[in-house]
């Protein structure tokens, strides 16, 4: 049986009230012991399922506007190539991710013009990348979580620890500043900046250490079991999952909540 799986219901909770008398103490417990909470990124604060984030809108962008600089470069490199280098350049992203490496912009562009036996000129090299790493519309933030990150921050320590790919952190600070919680946060922990991915330990190491606080004094709140609650357990912190019983296309492998919550606002609703 799943530790703390949650139902269907369970999404519909809100407040302490809601909850069972098994799953009072535990919040209880949580709200006694704990200091500082770390959370996750995409599918956590930042909406990762609609368009234009890293899905289908700026997925073409990226592929015209990288296509316009090889045809520009003499290569005569079609529509569906692109595409295919592009697929390759997300296996490759997958290849590192499992292996708790690093992706950032610059690899996957390079994969892409090594499975299109391509090069590009400094300058062109340079304008892709720009666009690669940019966001023209910024990803939206998940309904909700921006008052509920303002009012946590009033009562415990907060850090973000983030797996990138094509973005890199200092993008997603501007994006957190316009949503104005980038100021909520005692340390931002990018995979990018310090070349590990979650669960690897450097991660949560990172966090604690900007939060000064002890491993079991934290709690961590992330949307994907595998790297959240696996990672943040391993440090000894405690960990929240955020229901999304399918990520990818495939379920996701019980590795142990404390908690469970449909969001980062039902999070402050009960901590709160």
Known sequence: ????????????????????????????????????????????????????????????QRQQFLLNELRHAGYHISTEQ??????????YFDELWLQQIAFEANDGLQEMLKYLHAELPHESYRRVLDFFESYKVPPLPLEGVVPAIQNLSEKYALALISDTAWTPGRRLREILAEYEILHCFHALIFSGEVGHTKPHPIMFARARAGLQLPAHECLHTGDIQRTDVAGAKA??????????????????????????????AELAKVLL
């Open 1 to 60: 049986m799943p530790h703390l799986m949650p139902e269907q219901k369970h999404l519909e909770r809100a407040t302490a009230e809601a909850l069972t008398p098994r799953e009072k103490k535990i919040w209880e417990t949580l709200r006694q012991e704990i200091k500082g909470l770390t959370l996750d990124l995409w599918g956590t604060i930042l909406d990762d399922t609609h368009p234009p984030t890293d899905t289908i809108v700026y997925s073409e």
């Open 82 to 91: 692109v595409r295919a280098a592009y697929k390759r350049a997300w296996e």
């Open 235 to 264: 440090a000894g912190m405690r960990a929240a999952w955020i229901y999304r019983p399918v990520y990818a296309g495939k379920a996701q492998e019980d590795h142990g909540p404390d908690v469970t919550v449909a969001s980062v």
